[in-house]
């Protein structure tokens, strides 16, 4: 039996110690020890930044308190083009604006990966040792975008508000707010960017709609869940 924490997991397995990456399986006591002589990352800082499997994309919570930081995967394993369902149904319990593992384990537990595509390709995936990736809620996509905008293309100012983002926001975008990501490798020619296009969130918006988050000019709407769309799985880790 084995528990995940920031980095790594706690087993009785001998780690590999580093001061910056906390791979491997560990020990409570070594894991302690860790900590103790500075041997155990800290939580991450810098959106962008590679951590956990993926890349840090911000936080969520409640309240404009934190409660998780939001790790975006690696676009090469992590992304991929599919429908959210084979047909315009309705998904039991799928419709949390903000629990994203439950959205996906609603949604794994009602069908097989040819009724959702989706949500079985983020459940699926194995990427940096993690295996707890998800397709992410409605407010958890949009602080990807928040944070990670891709491109310098003026926003749709119709939407964007988000009860769970931290802080919260309030009021609808600006043509300006967001800006183009500062993050070199997530601006639209860098390595790990978001596509300028239409990403699935995992929360159903009605029996026969999923909520979308437009990746270049951010307006938030829903399409058919049969319609073909891209999704990037995530990861939360507890703050």
Same mark, same amino acid.
């Given at each position: 039996?084995?528990?995940?924490?920031?980095?790594?997991?706690?087993?009785?397995?001998?780690?590999?110690?580093?001061?910056?990456?906390?791979?491997?399986?560990?020990?409570?006591?070594?894991?302690? +020890?860790?900590?103790? !002589?500075?041997?155990?990352?800290?939580?991450? !800082?810098?959106?962008?930044?590679?951590?956990?499997?993926?890349?840090?994309?911000?936080?969520?919570?409640?309240?404009?308190?934190?409660?998780?930081?939001?790790?975006?995967?690696?676009?090469? /394993?992590?992304?991929?083009?599919?429908?959210?369902?084979?047909?315009?149904?309705?998904?039991?319990?799928?419709?949390?604006?903000?629990?994203?593992? +439950?959205?996906?384990?609603?949604?794994?537990?009602?069908?097989?990966?040819?009724?959702?595509?989706?949500?079985?390709?983020?459940?699926?995936?194995?990427?940096?040792?993690? /295996?707890?990736?998800?397709?992410?809620?409605?407010?958890?996509?949009?602080?990807?975008?928040?944070?990670?905008?891709?491109? =310098? =293309?003026?926003?749709?100012?119709?939407?964007? =508000?988000?009860?769970? /983002?931290?802080?919260?926001?309030?009021?609808?975008? =600006?043509?300006?707010?967001?800006?183009? !990501? /500062?993050?070199?490798?997530?601006?639209?020619?860098?390595?790990?960017?978001?596509?300028?296009?239409?990403?699935?969130?995992?929360?159903?918006?009605?029996? !026969?709609?999923?909520?979308?988050?437009?990746?270049?000019?951010?307006? +938030?709407?829903?399409?058919?869940?049969?319609?073909?769309?891209?999704?990037?799985?995530?990861?939360?880790?507890?703050?």
């Amino acid at each position: 039996m084995s528990n995940r924490y920031l980095g790594g997991v706690i087993s009785a397995t001998a780690p590999t110690t580093s001061n910056s990456v906390a791979s491997g399986v560990w020990t409570l006591a070594q894991q302690l +020890q860790a900590k103790a !002589t500075g041997n155990w990352p800290g939580p991450p !800082t810098a959106i962008g930044q590679a951590f956990g499997g993926g890349f840090y994309a911000g936080q969520i919570g409640v309240s404009g308190v934190a409660t998780h930081y939001l790790i975006v995967g690696p676009v090469a /394993s992590a992304q991929s083009t599919l429908t959210w369902k084979n047909a315009n149904t309705a998904t039991t319990g799928a419709d949390s604006l903000i629990d994203g593992p +439950q959205n996906t384990a609603d949604m794994v537990a009602d069908g097989n990966s040819t009724v959702y595509p989706c949500a079985h390709f983020c459940n699926d995936l194995v990427i940096g040792g993690f /295996s707890d990736w998800y397709m992410p809620s409605k407010n958890e996509l949009e602080v990807c975008y928040y944070n990670l905008k891709p491109a =310098t =293309t003026s926003n749709n100012t119709t939407t964007g =508000t988000n009860a769970n /983002s931290v802080p919260v926001r309030a009021s609808n975008y =600006t043509a300006g707010d967001p800006a183009q !990501t /500062s993050v070199t490798d997530f601006k639209d020619t860098g390595a790990e960017d978001f596509a300028t296009d239409n990403y699935w969130s995992s929360s159903e918006q009605s029996a !026969t709609a999923a909520w979308n988050q437009n990746f270049n000019y951010a307006l +938030q709407k829903f399409n058919d869940k049969s319609d073909s769309r891209k999704v990037r799985a995530v990861r939360r880790i507890a703050v």
